[in-house]
């Protein structure tokens, strides 16, 4: 058997938005590019997200967004990047002008008023179109996401699980088929929320595995506390070892996140005010719950849960950048960098074993 490699990374998304404005990343006090920190210190897979058009002020939700970020041209640059360092790419169409999840799936403008066999066809060709560009650039995507945290559904309302289900399959299914025609080896991902949760996994891939969805491998936001779980890491590694033998899928943490700080700089409570089971909101609390992560993960049954995906590991304190124009930044307190930019102890995790 090959030997098991456990994915560590991060989604980078952010990292041409905070450059530009001038953040900086140190590691021991010296000034490094990120990437090479991350390289050096663990990583092996980097994520990124792409949004159709984002940064167009002519339309709403994409005026929410700077202009230049998380489009197709960024996307490729930050591929070319990860791709000099030696890392893997998980590629997440969001199939959006603007970030997507369960409450929002809008369409992208250019997509609106298409009927379905239209809409999956746009869906299609976009696909295949970027994997493409990836592919001519030598940065073929290992892994590749069909939409983002769709366990309700995508491109709402035509794609949604309560109405249109049948609608979602055929949705994913071009998806997957764009995705295998430009790479066949690259693996396709359904990622859905609340990792841990039992019944909705069970539900959402039985009907999945009934009505014929297309994809390799599961994919699931894991947060020691978030409104769905409060969960160890080894009750995830319960869980995976049962969702996994259940629809024989190997299963990949798409998010994951901890406060090591209980505020944001200013005072203001970040995207995490809890830790659930982990109780010490520090750095070191931080770099302990990437250890037990790593531990539990390692003794899953068969290897079939595959490694993790931090979430906006990169995207630190600079200047007045937000999760959108003139948003807070809410997750300067769960990277894996300092307010000053300054590389964590918890990098001693990822390099743990590596």
Not at 247 to 265: C, H, Q, R, S, V
Not at 296 to 309: A, P, Q, V
Request: proline share 4%.
């Amino acid at each position: 058997d090959k030997e098991f490699t456990l994915l560590k990374g991060g989604d980078i998304s952010e990292l041409s938005y905070v450059e530009q404005n001038g953040g900086k990343y140190y590691l021991d006090g010296e000034e490094m590019d990120c990437m090479d920190i991350l390289e050096r210190e663990g990583f092996n897979i980097v994520r990124l997200r792409l949004y159709n058009d984002p940064g167009n002020p002519d339309y709403s939700p994409s005026n929410r967004l700077p202009a230049g970020i998380q489009d197709e041209e960024d996307i490729l640059r930050l591929a070319r990047r990860a791709k000099a360092a030696g890392m893997q790419i998980e590629l997440t169409f969001h199939y959006s002008d603007y970030w997507t999840n369960g409450e929002d799936q809008n369409k992208p403008h250019e997509w609106e008023g298409l009927g379905f066999d239209e809409l999956k066809q746009a869906l299609y060709d976009y696909t295949r179109d970027f994997m493409q560009r990836m592919a001519d650039q030598s940065t073929t995507p290992e892994y590749v996401s069909i939409g983002n945290e769709v366990q309700a559904g995508m491109l709402y309302p035509d794609g949604d699980v309560v109405d249109h289900i049948a609608q979602l399959v055929e949705l994913v299914n071009a998806g997957y088929d764009a995705v295998k025609e430009v790479a066949p080896e690259s693996l396709v991902i359904f990622h859905s929320n609340a990792a841990g949760n039992r019944e909705q996994y069970d539900w959402l891939f039985t009907q999945f595995r009934d009505r014929g969805a297309r994809y390799d491998v599961i994919g699931a936001s894991y947060y020691p506390f978030s409104a769905f779980t409060n969960l160890s890491a080894k009750d995830i590694r319960e869980w995976a070892e049962y969702i996994a033998e259940r629809f024989d899928k190997d299963i990949i943490l798409m998010e994951t996140g901890y406060a090591w700080n209980p505020t944001l700089p200013d005072g203001k409570p970040g995207q995490l005010g809890d830790n659930g089971p982990y109780k010490e909101m520090t750095p070191r609390g931080q770099k302990d719950f990437i250890l037990d992560l790593i531990h539990e993960i390692k003794l899953t049954e068969n290897n079939r849960l595959l490694g993790f995906l931090y979430w906006d590991p990169i995207f630190i304190e600079c200047g007045n950048l937000g999760w959108e124009l003139g948003g807070d930044n809410v997750v300067s307190n769960t990277t894996l960098f300092g307010f000053d930019g300054e590389a964590l102890e918890v990098f001693d995790a990822f390099k743990y074993n590596n």
